[in-house]
DNA sequence: CATATTAATATACATATGTCTAATTAAATT
DNA sequence: AATTTAATTAGACATATGTATATTAATATG
């Protein structure tokens, strides 16, 4: 971000003078870097010289760049969660739960649109679990307090939508319906009740394919 | 995928003899290579040992990484349209347009799920317009023959779905509602008529959400 | 004021990678 | 049969990268 290549002198810095990118500072271009040029495209030093600091002081801060890229993930992600619960609790609860979803949606979708990078780095890390893409899952699901999950059930309990597992929609949401692809290594990383097996993977693709064209409701 | 690290002997391959991996062959292994590991993250020597060949081979045969990487393209992209086009001749015209559309969707959704790689480069190319992403949607978009973009004009004819540029739900079907992230350099790539201002992003996002709640019934 | 600690830069190093070139062998051509 | 061409492997080389270490300067501590 900061194009402050003037180099500072070694050292520790001056209170007084000017102070070197912040951790948070550091994080925003390392996750902006990671989702544009994927894990092994997006180099230490050039997230460093993007930030305006020595590569050195990347791996002091974060250890490593498997540190640096959970830090950066972690940053993201508290950052799109936090959007995502002020948006419902701003919500009033005399709306309809249908027009609320909708709203969440939108949101969703926008702030996705304006952090591109958190959702992007889900499929950056390719089509097979691994430790980095088990990092991020994780850190999707842990929070069950997620607006999208509650006005689902909300309106499953209403019977205004269709009985359907949480992960089918919000899959198709965040990570899209192409990214079924990704369900099989998201469904395995969770180790949720939906089946990886070839018939249940079928009937998962059938109900996806549900949802394109008869959308949510019941 | 062919474990055949037995050397080969220098100089031309004897007709009579274990021939080395075809073309194909190694476009495959390339394909989910760059899928699982990212352009950068799969190396060139990887690819070669996992095809049974030196890596001088790969680029004698293609030239170049980039020349390696769109040839893989190709292919995977090849056999993901030929096999939709399969699908939809296959399908008898009595049948209505919306089963039918739903059929292509499963279809899609079952080609993709069986070969992800080609679906996968889209998201590792990251979420900026770059050569490589542009070569992507390019082909994507060259042919318009796509069953689904026929289906979709042939049940808004009639009246059956609502007025909807193709890209819309074909970037959720494909992409995902999450690469909504992506509509934007999708959209760059192809200079469709959708817009990528504030305003136009909006009504984009807005269109989406609407899929997702009420799905393509009109 | 002297010394230890902290926070940063810079350098060193082994390894991996894309590309270019040489070497080698079988087939094709004359 | 001799020679040229094609197809493949192997090695060379410059560059980039992650990590480890040395260096430097400002602050904290006594």
Request: net charge positive; proline share 6%; aromatic share 6%.
């Amino acid at each position: 971000m900061s194009m402050n290549a003037a180099k500072r002198p070694r050292g520790r810095p001056s209170l007084s003078g000017p102070s070197p990118a912040s951790d948070e500072t550091c994080l925003d271009v390392a996750l902006e870097a990671f989702a544009e040029r994927g894990y092994e495209g997006a180099s230490i030093r050039d997230i460093a010289a993007a930030s305006g600091v020595s590569h050195g002081l990347i791996t002091a801060r974060f250890g490593s760049k498997q540190g640096l890229w959970m830090a950066a993930v972690d940053h993201g992600m508290s950052r799109l969660h936090q959007r995502l619960v002020a948006v419902e609790q701003a919500q009033s609860a005399q709306i309809g739960v249908e027009e609320r979803m909708r709203t969440v949606c939108i949101r969703f979708l926008e702030t996705v649109a304006a952090y591109p990078a958190i959702v992007q780095l889900m499929n950056v890390e390719g089509s097979r679990p691994g430790p980095r893409l088990s990092h991020i899952v994780e850190t999707f699901f842990r929070s069950r307090s997620w607006p999208f999950a509650t006005l689902l059930a909300e309106g499953q309990a209403s019977g205004l939508f269709r009985p359907i597992h949480v992960s089918v929609p919000f899959t198709l949401l965040a990570h899209g319906a192409g990214a079924l692809v990704a369900l099989r290594p998201l469904v395995e990383a969770v180790n949720a009740s939906l089946r990886t097996d070839p018939e249940g993977l079928s009937r998962t693709i059938e109900a996806a394919a549900d949802m394109i064209v008869r959308g949510l409701k019941a």
